[in-house]
């Protein structure tokens, strides 16, 4: 018997381009054979209600989204054993660019008809859970300027953003703490990743696997400000991390302090404030993947 599912939708997502997608997405599942059941989401709260009453009742869930959503109901899930969906509806769709989902509607319900489950870790940041990368500092001031931005999608309004961050940034200075070893860094950001990518595609942490139990911890020291924008495009490739000024750890555990006030934003939206402590529940989440992406 095939396992019934709820569909869970921001309406709001991807600047209401959730809403738009619907249509074509409900099509296509019922294409596919998918059983179903449409919930629309009030807000962030009632989303993560219907997610774990839906899990509890033993349907798998079906976050149409963008990051935001998806990473807080996958939080909400970890550990249950309860099955996620994707269908990306988002500006940036990073975890589904990471694990090989289609941003495609089309392609994203075929994965979900015919993948595989997966499982991967999940981030915490003083308890509060999240799938792809905590980051602060510079970082914290681009997402809110982003998330504020409604004219642009995908990585342009975090471009867009991270510009006009920096005309008035100054650095600040940071205190990790890694495994116990204490680190000063003064510059610009740190992120504290469970996956690779972030902002709609910059892959700040290359390195970073969703599978391995571990946090790699990204800071970008202080530089002028013409070096910082002209190593920009190369985030997109990873490229960055050769740049002297970037420095990668990969720990079990960060405790992230600053000399003034930052929010922690992870999966698009603020979770935390510093001082945080970032940690990964090792194999918690159980994800469904095109076939290919497995092997």
Partial sequence: ?????LLLV????????????????QAELDRAGVEHRLVLTR????????????????????VMSGDGLIGQVGGALAGTGAV??????????DLARVLGIPTDVRGAVAAIAGGEVRT????????????????????????QRANET?????????????????????????????????VAV?????????SSAYGGGMYIAPDARLDDGLVDVVATAEGSKLKFLRALPSVFKGEHVKRPEVHVWRVREVRIEADRPFKVFADGDPITEL?????????????????????
């Fill in 1 to 5: 018997m095939s396992p019934r599912h």
């Fill in 10 to 25: 921001n309406p709001s997502a991807g600047v209401g381009r959730s809403r738009k997608l619907l249509g074509a997405a």
């Fill in 43 to 62: 807000d962030l709260e009632h989303g993560i209600a219907e997610a774990r009453a839906a899990a509890e009742a033993g349907e798998r869930v079906i």
């Fill in 84 to 93: 996620l969906g994707i269908i990306p509806a988002g500006r940036g769709n």
């Fill in 120 to 143: 991967i870790d999940v981030g915490e940041a003083n308890g509060a859970r999240f799938l792809c990368i905590a980051s602060c500092g510079f970082d914290s001031v681009v997402n």
């Fill in 150 to 182: 409604r004219l642009l999608r995908g990585s342009f309004v975090y471009a867009y953003a991270a510009l006009r961050t920096l005309a008035s940034w100054k650095p600040a200075s940071f205190t990790l703490t890694l495994d116990g070893e204490r």
């Fill in 186 to 194: 003064r510059g610009y950001s740190v992120a504290a990743a469970n």
């Fill in 275 to 295: 001082p945080a402590t970032v940690r990964v529940l090792p194999s918690a989440l159980r994800v469904i993947v095109p076939r290919e992406a497995v092997r």
